[in-house]
């Protein structure tokens, strides 16, 4: 069964940091596109950050200069590197892994999700 296991939330007040991490099990990590989305209370979901799999990377406006994505093909681990937190950053945020076939058949995995609270 796969697995994607999102650690590093938590409670940091604004200008703060925090790294998130997404480790995966049972996929052939290397060749999925990694996505970190995230969701605020009211809202919809939305795409944060993806890096493919040859590391070419993709960012909200919102995050940019803020946020870094990477990966670790060796360690089948994402990260989300978040700097200077805002308020509006606060969210439960997913990792998924997305895997194109064709244009009829595509592999999806999704996280349970870590909350993330910027607020002093």
């Known amino acids: 069964q796969v697995q994607l296991v999102e650690s590093g939330g938590g409670l940091v007040q604004p200008g703060g940091f925090l790294r998130l991490s997404c480790a995966a099990s049972r996929i052939n990590f290397r060749i999925y596109i990694m996505t970190w989305y995230r969701q605020a209370p009211g809202k919809q979901r939305e795409l944060v950050a993806s890096?493919?799999?040859?590391?070419?990377?993709n960012y909200t406006d919102s995050v940019k200069g803020r946020f870094t994505i990477s990966r670790d093909n060796a360690k089948n681990t994402v990260y989300l590197q978040m700097n200077s937190l805002k308020s509006e950053d606060t969210a439960v945020y997913y990792c998924?892994?997305?895997?194109?076939?064709?244009?009829?058949?595509?592999?999806?995995?999704w996280g349970q999700g870590t909350q993330v609270t910027v607020s002093s």
């Open positions: 890096i493919t799999s040859g590391g070419s990377t």
């Open positions: 998924n892994a997305a895997f194109v076939v064709s244009a009829s058949q595509e592999y999806n995995y």
